[in-house]
């Protein structure tokens, strides 16, 4: 089969795919197969639900986190700039395939209009929303632990949010200013997603390599405590440093909610003000 052949018949498996933030310095990048690359890879894009720690941290239960980028690969965050990866479906509807033939600006190498919407929820992209307005958000959290062994909930904190996605393939988040620089080894980053409904309540991780760059503070990050839903009152929103979102697993969980949201529907943990995440870097990992 040539190579464009590959491509297009990856495309009839793209419609069940779910969304990876896809770059050089990501965990299971060229796949899961020792020693080749698949650039049709969509390893690391599988929802996690109702499993158990070991195998939902970075991905465990397909072994995306046995598979490290390659020597000297790092996600670069800039201190007070900001960094971007592609969210997509497939590394093969990405730049980093194919030298990028088959892109578009959205996650499925295919067109879509500006005001892309579906009541029914839009599944190409299989971005678990109606449109952008009602896109959960997507985050980036940070260990300074280079070795991925070493990295828990209780020194992982989330760093960068980005409301209203996962939405177009070319995405940017925001990097603090007072970000310390990384151990030589490098520090381990996490994509991180919560979709508010349309389908199975599963979460979203996945892992980095990735390191600070033009850092000038010194200042450790504070450990991050667990969030919680406070989207009713915003004066109970867990302050400062803040740990990822861990629901709807049969182990490991650090959030739990019951009942409906203010607009009616099935409250869903999610990395924007309904668990106290702001839009944007985050101004308050040192406290
Ligand atoms: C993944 O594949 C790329 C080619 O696309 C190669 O440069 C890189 O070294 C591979 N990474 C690993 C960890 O094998
Ligand atoms: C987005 O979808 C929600 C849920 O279906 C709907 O209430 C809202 O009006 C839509 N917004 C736009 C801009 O289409
Ligand atoms: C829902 O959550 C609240 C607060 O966390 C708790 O008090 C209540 O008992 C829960 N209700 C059910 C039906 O689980």
Redo the contacts with the bound molecule.
Sequence with gaps: MSLKLLALSSFVILANAHLAAFHKAMYCFNGTVPGQVNYNNDAPVSPLWMLKTSDWWFHHFNQCDEFPPAEGDFLELPAGGSFTVEVAGNRGVTSLSFNGQFTTEWGDGLNHPE?Y?D?NCITSPNMH??????AAGTAFAISYESDLSQVTMDNLAVFTVRYNTPWKRVTSYDVPQDMPACPAGGCTCAWVWIPNGCGEPNIYMQGFKCMVTGATSTTPIATPKPPVWCEEDQSTCTQGSKQILAWNQAEGNNIVVNGTDQ?GLPKSPAYNSKCGFKDGKAFMLWL
């Design positions: 005001d919407s009541s929303t109606q449109n952008q307005s009602m607009s």
